[in-house]
Each structure stands twice: as C-alpha cells, then as structure tokens.
C-alpha cells in the first residue's frame, strides 16, 4: 500500500511549508470555555470544535480517545452523541489506541478525531470505495505512538505497582503541558512532570513506524492542531505551565470554514498565524520529514523494505541539505545493518 499525500482541492488558494503542507488558514486558538482550555492538551480546540459540532447539529456524533473507565491504564475509543460530556476526550492519550477501527468512523455525519495516520488511513479508505460524503477529520500534530509498556514502567517506577486498579490516568493537561499523572483506587497518587514522562520515558519508547512516518502534521484532516509552544531567547520551545495554546491548521474548504464558525459562535478564540511561526517551534516535525528520504534510502541500502510514500516532495527536502542527507543515509544504513531484515 502506498501512503499519499492529499491532492489539492481545485478552486481553493494554499499557503504552503516544506513540513507543514498546505493550509487553506492557519490561527493560534484556545477554547473559550476555561475548563475544556484547561483540561485540553494544548488549547482544548479539538474538544470544543468536535462538541460544537454536534450540538450544532452539524453532525452526529464525534469519535475519540479517553482512559477505560474500567481500567485506566488502557486507552480506548469512544464515542459521544449530543448532550454528553465532551471533556471525556480532553487531552493526549500517550498510548496506542485506534479510532480509525471503531464502527462509527466511516459514517457521513460523524466527527472523527484521530491521528494523522488514522486520518489519512480512513480518507484513501473512502476514496478507494469511491464514498464522497466523509466524516469530518480532526487531528493533531503526532511525534509518534509511545508503547503501553512504557506507561507501565513509567507508573512502576512513579510508585504504583503493576497491578494496582487505578481510578484515573491522564498524560497531560489539567494545565499546558501539565503533568503525567495517576491515581489508584487505593488513594496512591503519582505525578511526573511532560519533560519527564514524554521527554525520557514515553517518547523514546515510540514504535519504529512511526519515526518513519512522512506526515506528522494531518494533512488528510480537515483541521489540525498542535502545540503553539513559546519559545526561549534562543528559539527553543518552553515547557513552563501556562494557559494552552493551539496552534489550528484547516487543511480543506470545509476545515476552514468549521473554524470560521466556531469562531462566530465563540466556542473559540483565534487569531491568524503564518505557518512559518508553527514550523519555528515544531522542529522535531521539521527534522523528521527533512531526513526522511536519506533514512529510508540507508535502511534499503542495508536490505531493508521500507515503506512507500507519494506526493510528499521528501527526495526535494533532503537535497535542501545534501551534507545533512549524507549523515542520515549513512546513519541510517549503519543503525540497520545491525538488525536482521525479515521478508
Ligand atoms: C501520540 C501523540 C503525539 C503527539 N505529538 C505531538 C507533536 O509532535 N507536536 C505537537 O505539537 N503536539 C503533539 N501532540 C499533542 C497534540 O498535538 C495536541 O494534543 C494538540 O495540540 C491538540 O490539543 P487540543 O488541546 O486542541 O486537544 P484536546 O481538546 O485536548 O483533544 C485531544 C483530542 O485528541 C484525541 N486523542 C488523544 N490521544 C489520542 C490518541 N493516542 N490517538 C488518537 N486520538 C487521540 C482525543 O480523543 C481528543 O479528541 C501529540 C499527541 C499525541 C496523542
């Protein structure tokens, strides 16, 4: 199967980056309710545009992420319909999960919100069936999926024992980034904060798919979004706790024009920003799809099948740094030889 990048909707004027892809408009927006900004991951614009949706009547139901509410530690899909909680969904869930499988996520009049590969897996889905009227697809900018087993460790090495029945896990938010933290049953209570549960334990346990993934960023999504991080004296991003930021890419005519409305309806709050500010402060995103190219070539010098991509302009990103390509095949080829390739 080869993963491509979404044509361009005829009639419709981009702005467009290298690692971001083409936005119709992009803005810095939060949720206007203070405790979906507050609970969010970043701004809580997912939350509050998937349920204004649906209260509006624009559509059905929303399918999303939230921790098992008979066992925390699992992430699972759910999904809601006018007059629930919609706070159910807030934040990241920093463990696999699929929205992409749940029975709802194909229907016309649904909101999904997944991760770029479940919004790109669901959007050449439909089109190979020919289905015109899809969802509408919300999602995040995605560094990767971290495995289960990495929030297993991090809650062993937190204090809560591997058994022990929690009463609530979450990975962040309740503040931007806000802390990793867990609950048991028992009254146990476990906290660590993003640089150290992302940064040093889930992050690095992140599947090899995913550090090969050409589009982190949602470009089959109707609306993206991410953390508008600020940034130190040098540029870099800060992860000091203040009230969320997200940063909103609308991807098609319809993105836009769901923003737009939320906007009008002031369920949230916005304000245009050029893509270039959103590249400046997601360099991991920048980075990874800059190499990707040399990477894979490395890993296929070495013997290895490696994934097909189309339409996403790599082989003219890596030539942007040819010296930069060099290290990355060579790296790539080195790290691979090491392993054994399999059929
Ligand atoms: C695996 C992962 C990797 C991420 N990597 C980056 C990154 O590289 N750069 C960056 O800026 N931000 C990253 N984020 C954070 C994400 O971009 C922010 O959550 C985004 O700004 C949305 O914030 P929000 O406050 O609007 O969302 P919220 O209003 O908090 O809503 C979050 C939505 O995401 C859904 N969701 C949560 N976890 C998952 C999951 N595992 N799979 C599918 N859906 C899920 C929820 O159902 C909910 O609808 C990542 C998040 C995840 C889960």
Redesign the pocket.
């Known amino acids: 199967m080869v993963v491509r990048r979404p044509v361009a909707e005829t009639g419709v004027t981009y702005a467009s980056d290298p690692a971001l892809g083409r936005a119709v408009s992009s803005w810095q927006a939060w949720a206007v309710d203070a405790d979906t900004r507050f609970r969010?991951?970043?701004?809580?614009?997912?939350?509050?545009i998937?349920g204004w949706l649906v209260e509006s009547g624009r559509a059905t139901t929303v399918v999303?992420?939230?921790g098992d509410a008979a066992q925390p530690r699992r992430?699972v899909s759910i999904e809601l319909g006018k007059g629930a909680d919609f706070k159910q969904?807030?934040?990241?869930?920093?463990?696999p999960?699929s929205?992409a499988s749940h029975e709802s996520a194909l229907g016309s009049d649904s909101v999904v919100?997944?991760?770029p590969c479940?919004a790109s897996a669901l959007s050449q889905l439909m089109s190979s069936r020919g289905q015109m009227d899809s969802p509408i697809l919300l999602s995040?900018?995605?560094?990767?999926?971290p495995s289960q087993q990495a929030t297993e460790r991090l809650l062993t090495e937190l204090g809560i024992p591997h058994a022990a029945p929690l009463r609530t896990l979450r990975y962040r938010?309740h503040g931007w980034p806000g802390n990793f933290y867990a609950e048991s049953v028992e009254g146990a209570k476990a906290s660590a904060s993003y640089d150290e549960s992302w940064g040093k334990q889930l992050g690095p346990s992140m599947q090899w798919r995913c550090k090969v993934c050409p589009d982190?960023v949602g470009e089959s999504a109707d609306i993206v979004?991410?953390?508008y991080w600020k940034t130190d004296a040098k540029g870099y991003p800060v992860f000091t706790d203040s009230s969320?930021v997200?940063a909103l890419i609308a991807r098609t005519k319809r993105g836009h024009e769901i923003i737009v409305a939320a906007i009008q309806s002031g369920v949230i709050e916005a304000e245009p920003l050029e893509l270039s500010h959103i590249s400046n402060i997601?360099p991991?995103?920048v980075e990874r799809r800059a190499t990707l190219w040399a990477r894979l070539l490395g890993r296929r010098l070495a013997g290895w099948k490696v994934p097909s991509y189309t339409g996403f302009g790599l082989f003219a990103q890596s030539l942007q740094n040819p010296v930069r390509a060099l290290r990355y095949v060579y790296g790539s080829f080195r790290r691979s030889r090491l392993q054994s390739p399999r059929d």
């Open positions: 969010g991951s970043s701004g809580g614009v997912l939350t509050a998937s999303g992420a939230a992430t969904q807030s934040g990241s869930r920093y463990a999960v929205m919100v997944g991760k479940e995040f900018f995605c560094a990767g999926v938010g982190g979004a991410g953390d969320g997200s997601q991991y995103q």
